[in-house]
Each structure stands twice: as structure tokens, then as C-alpha cells.
Nanobody
Framework: VQLQASGGGSVQPGGTLRLACTAS????????TGWFRQAPRKEREFVAA????????YYAASVQGRFSISRDNAKGTVYLQMNSLKPEDTAVYYC??????????????????WGPGTLVTVSS
């Protein structure tokens, strides 16, 4: 599986962005997909995750109610809709797949497939 995140950019506080994670080779053997982010001088942190069937969804407390994760398996794409963006959302955003429930959904080490990130900058 090769993943590619896109849709990042620069927005003002309160703005919106939609990130997309496309994958080649993603099949129903994919157990779930997660979005993580890493700000300068900080550790990578969990943002959101979704199961293969687009039913089970998980969010970090910091984005709950503002971000929404979804997937379109026909298009091989997972989306992260980001609303009411704040300066503290500034980070490089990564998507990742996992093939089995090998660990907590919020832990980066539970995911075996990663792509290059996309930069999101929220600033006035």
C-alpha cells in the first residue's frame, strides 16, 4: 500500500480545509485508517481514525466536533474535513493504514503503512 496525503494549505483561523488520503493497493484487508499530525518540536499525535466500513470513528479530544473523518472505498480515499481551524492545528498531517487491530487506534505504532504528509498552516 502506498499512501498520499493532499489538501493541505494555509488558512486563517476559523477556516476550513479537507484533506484526502489516497492509496494504491488499498483493499478490504485494510482494517482502518488514521490521521496523525506533527507540529514543530512536538511528537506525532493522533487526530482521527476510521474503520474499513466507515462506521467506527475515533477523534482526539482537541478536534472533536470540528473535524470529521470519512472514507470512500470505491475511490480508495479517506477524507479529513477540518472546520473551525485554530492556530494550534498547524502541523504536518499524515495518514496511515493498518491491516489488523494490532494495538490502540490512537497509537502511531499500530499502523504499518504511512505516506508523506501534507502541511496545514493556520495563521492570521
Amino acid at each position: 500500500v502506498q499512501l498520499q496525503a493532499s489538501g493541505g494549505g494555509s488558512v486563517q483561523p476559523g477556516g476550513t480545509l479537507r484533506l484526502a488520503c489516497t492509496a494504491s493497493g488499498r483493499t478490504s484487508s485494510t482494517y482502518g485508517t488514521g490521521w496523525f499530525r506533527q507540529a514543530p518540536r512536538k511528537e506525532r499525535e493522533f487526530v482521527a481514525a476510521v474503520g474499513w466500513r466507515d462506521v467506527s470513528k475515533y477523534y482526539a479530544a482537541s478536534v472533536q466536533g470540528r473535524f470529521s473523518i470519512s472514507r470512500d472505498n470505491a475511490k480508495g480515499t479517506v477524507y479529513l474535513q477540518m472546520n473551525s481551524l485554530k492556530p494550534e492545528d498547524t502541523a504536518v498531517y499524515y495518514c496511515a493504514d493498518r491491516r489488523a487491530p494490532t494495538g490502540p487506534v490512537r497509537v502511531p505504532g499500530s499502523y504499518g503503512f504511512w505516506g508523506p504528509g501534507t502541511l496545514v498552516t493556520v495563521s492570521s
